[in-house]
């Protein structure tokens, strides 16, 4: 399998739990906010991670299933999706025409559903803190991460994500 293949996997989970929370309930309006980790970060804590492995190291550049489930893992460690509703009533104001010309206001009290969907996710730091890397480990986060290697970086997960 490939990285790519994983890749393409999780995000399809990922929108299938979101339109799962859609779903859920009915709801009038929708409003969503916040945003899940990037890959590069997602990507990065799976490579040290799995590189760095005191048990049982091992190179990042194939996928098998132990490593596909440790990426599900670290993303969903690093990603949350919550939800809750919250019924508003609200005043109408209608305006029609009284057929002699005169706008008549009609006023209406509409209860409203409202769905609120909260996207959050961990940062890089906060991940290295749940795993208790240490300090090697944390330093070899922050180079994968540094903008000088960041397109190296960027150019070999394509190349792994797109094969």
């Known amino acids: 399998m490939s990285m790519q293949t994983v890749v393409q996997e999780i995000n399809t989970e990922y929108d299938t739990k979101l339109q799962a929370e859609k779903d859920s309930v009915s709801y009038d309006v929708l409003e969503m906010s916040g945003s899940r980790a990037v890959w590069k970060d997602v990507l990065a804590v799976y490579a040290v991670k799995t590189n760095t492995d005191q048990d049982n190291p ?94 190296r970086v960027v150019r070999l997960l394509c190349k792994l994500v797109c094969q």
């Not at 599900?72 to 305006?95: G, L, V």
């Not at 944390?138 to 540094?146: F, G, I, P, T």
Request: hydrophobic content about 30%.
């Open 58 to 151: 091992q190179e990042v550049a194939t996928m098998d299933d132990s490593k596909k489930q440790l990426l599900k893992d670290i993303f969903w460690e690093m990603n949350q999706i919550s939800s809750r509703t919250e019924s508003k009533t609200e005043t109408q104001i209608t305006e029609t025409d009284d057929e002699h010309g005169n706008i008549v206001q009609t006023e209406t009290t509409v209860t409203r559903t409202y769905l609120y969907i909260t996207v959050s996710h961990k940062t890089v730091d906060e991940m290295a803190a749940q795993y208790g890397f240490n300090q090697e480990q944390r330093d070899y986060l922050a180079e994968l991460l540094k903008d000088e290697n960041m397109c």
